[in-house]
């Protein structure tokens, strides 16, 4: 059974920092595209960066330069370190997991960042 699970969300004044992790069983984790997208309220879910299984990272022209995403192959976790966050980064954070057609969600973690 595979499962994705976020941890790592919180409240958060603006300008400070949260590093969210995503933690994957059931699947053979090196081989996935690993990403981190986010849904505010009233909102559609959307992309924020991805890591390929070499390492290889893009990320939303919004998040550049102030979140990082990173991976542990060996312990099967993808991180997002999240740097002067704003309030309008408030939103549900979710991992997934993509092999060729195939995409995995974890259930979430909430990030409310204050102004």
């Known amino acids: 059974q595979v499962q994705l699970v976020e941890s790592g969300g919180g409240l958060v004044q603006a300008g400070g920092s949260l590093r969210l992790s995503c933690s994957a069983s059931?699947?053979?984790?090196?081989?996935?595209?690993m990403g981190w997208y986010r849904q505010a309220p009233g909102k559609q879910r959307e992309f924020v960066a991805t890591?390929?299984?070499?390492?290889?990272?893009n990320y939303a022209d919004s998040v550049k330069g102030r979140f990082t995403i990173s991976r542990d192959n060996a312990k099967n976790t993808v991180y997002l370190q999240m740097n002067s966050l704003k309030p309008e980064d408030t939103a549900v954070y979710y991992c997934d997991a993509v092999f060729a057609s195939t995409t995995y969600w974890g259930r979430g973690t909430q990030v409310t960042v204050s102004s």
């Open positions: 890591s390929t299984s070499n390492g290889n990272t």
């Open positions: 059931g699947i053979i984790y090196s081989s996935y595209l």
